[in-house]
C-alpha cells in the first residue's frame, strides 16, 4: 500500500514540475519538454547566483582556516530555502488535502498516508538544497582542499539536512493550521504570510552582493558570534574536516527531530485532519430578493472566488496592486514618457472592455492575457517614441 501511495505523490510532484493538470487533460510531450525545460533554466540560473556568492566566501574563509563557517553558511542558507519553499506546501498537503477522509476511510494506515506525503515534500526539499549545495561543493573543489572523508560527511549532510528542514516545516505548518482554523477569513492570513515570505526573499535576494562582501570581509567576527550555536559548528567541522564524531552529532540533531515529528503526527493524524474548530454557523434569514444587472453579478461572483482563494489573491491580486503602484511609478518618474504609456494603456483598456462586450458578450482568459500582451506592446512604443521625441 505504501508503493502505491508514494507512486501517486511522485506522480502528483512530477506533474508540477511539467505543468499537467487534470482540469486541462492529457498534456502533449512538446508542452511536458517545455515546461521541463522552463523549469530546468529556472534551476541553473539559481545554481550560478549562488555559486557567484559562495565562490567569494570560499575565497575569504578556506585560506584563513574557516572552512566549517563556510558549511554553516551552506546549512543556514539551505534550511531557509527549503522551509520557505515547503511550509506552505505541507499546511495545504498534510493537513487541508481535499482527499484526507476518502484516504482515511480506505484500509490504509494514517502513518502510511502521513509517510506518503513526507516523502513527496522530503524530494521537494532535496531539489530546493541541490540549488545550494551543487554550487557550495563547486565552490569548495576551487577554493579549498576536501578530501574522501569530507566529501563523504558533505554528501550524507546533504542527504540528512532535509530531514531537519521537513520536520520544522511541518510542525510550523502545523501551528500555521490551528492559528488560521479559528479566524474567520483563513485565505488573507494564508496571503499575508505569504507576501511576508516573499517580501523577505526578495530583500535577501536584493542584497545579496551586500551581505556576502559583508561575511567575507568579518568572517572572524561571524565564526566567534556563531560558535555558540554548536549544531553548526559540528556540522561545518564535519564537512570541513572530515570529524567522524561531529558528524554523527550533525547526523542525529537532523534525524532525530524528523523522527520525533512523525511520530507526533502520525499518532494524532486522524484528530488533526478530522476535527472542524471553529467553523462559522450561518444562521438563515428571510430576505427580500434583490435584482441585479449582469454585470454586478458576475462582479460579487468573481470578488467572491477572488478573496476565497490565497493562491488566487497572491497571483491575480497582489499583480494588480503592482501593475497600479507601477503606473503611478511611470507617471512620477518617467514624466512624460510615463504619463504617455499609462493614458495609451488606459485608452486601449476602455477599447478592449466594449470590443470583447460587444463581440464575445464578456471577457474570457484569453482575452485577458490577449490584453496584456498588447499593453505590454504600447508600452514599449510610447516609450520608444517619447524617448526619440524628448530628445
Known amino acids: ?10 506522480a502528483a510532484l512530477l506533474a508540477a514540475f511539467t505543468g499537467q493538470s487534470r482540469k486541462r487533460g492529457r498534456q502533449t510531450k512538446g508542452k511536458a519538454v517545455g515546461y521541463a525545460l522552463l523549469m530546468l533554466y529556472c534551476f541553473c540560473a539559481f545554481v550560478f547566483l549562488f555559486y557567484s556568492s559562495f565562490s567569494q566566501l570560499a575565497e575569504a574563509f578556506f585560506p584563513a582556516g574557516l572552512g566549517w563557517l ?25 493537513f487541508e488535502a481535499k482527499d484526507n477522509e476518502l484516504l482515511l476511510s480506505m484500509p490504509v494506515r494514517p502513518g502510511l498516508i502521513l509517510l506518503s506525503r513526507m516523502a513527496a515534500m522530503l524530494a521537494m526539499n532535496f531539489v530546493f538544497e541541490l540549488v545550494v549545495a551543487l554550487p557550495v561543493f563547486a565552490a569548495w573543489l576551487r577554493f579549498g582542499s576536501p578530501d574522501a572523508a569530507g566529501i563523504a560527511a558533505f554528501v550524507l549532510i546533504v542527504l540528512a539536512l532535509p530531514l531537519f528542514a521537513l520536520a520544522v516545516s511541518c510542525l510550523f505548518a502545523w501551528l500555521i493550521s490551528l492559528l488560521t482554523s479559528r479566524m474567520r477569513n483563513t485565505t488573507v492570513i494564508t496571503m499575508v504570510l505569504s507576501v511576508v515570505f516573499l517580501l523577505a526573499y526578495f530583500v535577501f535576494c536584493f542584497r545579496m552582493n551586500t551581505y556576502v562582501t559583508q561575511l567575507a570581509a568579518n568572517g572572524q567576527s561571524i565564526a566567534g558570534a556563531l560558535g555558540a550555536a554548536l549544531p553548526l559548528v559540528w556540522l561545518g567541522r564535519a564537512a570541513a574536516e572530515g570529524n567522524l564524531a561531529c558528524l554523527g552529532l550533525t547526523l542525529l540533531w537532523t534525524i532525530l527531530p524528523f523522527a520525533l515529528a512523525y511520530a507526533l503526527l502520525a499518532r494524532s493524524f486522524i484528530r488533526i485532519v478530522t476535527t472542524n474548530r471553529g467553523q462559522i454557523r450561518v444562521r438563515y434569514e428571510k430576505k427580500a430578493m434583490r435584482a441585479s444587472s449582469q454585470d454586478a453579478a458576475l462582479y460579487r461572483r468573481e470578488l467572491a472566488r477572488l478573496t ?8 491575480a491580486g497582489l499583480g494588480l496592486v503592482f501593475e497600479l503602484a507601477l503606473a503611478v511609478l511611470a507617471i512620477c518618474a518617467a514624466h512624460g514618457i510615463g504619463t504617455l504609456a499609462v493614458a495609451a494603456c488606459a485608452v486601449f483598456y476602455v477599447f478592449h472592455v466594449r470590443m470583447c462586450r460587444k463581440n464575445f458578450g464578456g471577457i474570457t482568459g484569453d482575452l485577458c492575457g490577449m490584453c496584456i500582451t498588447v499593453c505590454e506592446t504600447v508600452t514599449l512604443l510610447c516609450a520608444v517614441i517619447g524617448g526619440i521625441a524628448l530628445r
Do not use: P
Open 308 to 315: 476565497s482563494s490565497s493562491g488566487y489573491m497572491l497571483n
Open 1 to 10: 500500500m505504501l508503493k502505491s501511495l508514494l507512486r501517486v505523490r511522485f
Open 70 to 94: 563556510y558549511f554553516a553558511m551552506f546549512a543556514i542558507m539551505a534550511f531557509a530555502l527549503m522551509f520557505i519553499g515547503s511550509v506552505f506546501t505541507a499546511k495545504s498537503q498534510l
